[in-house]
């Protein structure tokens, strides 16, 4: 059962809103109303809030890293699972933030249409996520 109000159709069961004049896209399908395309502003706002968070955590765990590496009592084996945790943080900052601002500024189709930079953005994206769970129950047991 399909809900339609001002050219938006909500489907209550798929949990999404689809513009009633949208255009197929390439597989058939018509696309969420709810997407950052769709909202400028969102699109924007999104972007930087997102290239701003890579920023600064990257120079966050950059300054981890120096002050584990040049302060010789910081040389802990806790601090070591620190480090880890920066190196796998600076992966997601360095490489997967700034694909994430692609995403919201060109929309999900950049992925959806080049599978070699799906596969790479996933290839780097879940090794870290992993790394960074595994570096966080490290901590806690040492601790």
């Known amino acids: 059962m399909n809900f339609t109000v001002d050219n938006v ?3 209550p069961d798929e949990g999404f809103l689809v513009a009633r004049n949208n255009t197929h ?6 696309e969420p109303y709810l997407y950052l395309e769709h909202h400028f502003g969102w699109m924007v706002v999104t972007a930087l809030v997102i290239g701003l968070a890579a920023v ?10 120096l002050a584990v590496c040049c302060v010789r009592t910081l040389r802990t ?4 699972f620190v480090v ?3 190196l796998a943080d600076m992966i997601v900052t360095v490489f997967i933030d700034p694909m994430n601002v692609v ?11 080049d599978p070699v ?6 290839s780097f994206c879940a090794p870290a996520c992993m ?3 595994w570096n966080m129950c490290a901590i806690s047991l040492n601790r």
């Open 84 to 86: 880890n945790l920066s």
């Open 103 to 113: 995403g919201a500024v060109a929309g999900r189709r950049v992925l959806m249409e």
């Open 131 to 133: 790394s960074s769970m």
């Open 77 to 80: 084996c806790g601090n070591i």
């Open 25 to 30: 896209n390439s597989s058939g399908f018509e």
């Open 117 to 122: 930079l799906c596969e790479w953005v996933a």
């Open 9 to 11: 159709t909500a489907h």
């Open 56 to 65: 600064v955590g990257t120079l966050g765990n950059i300054l981890i890293i």
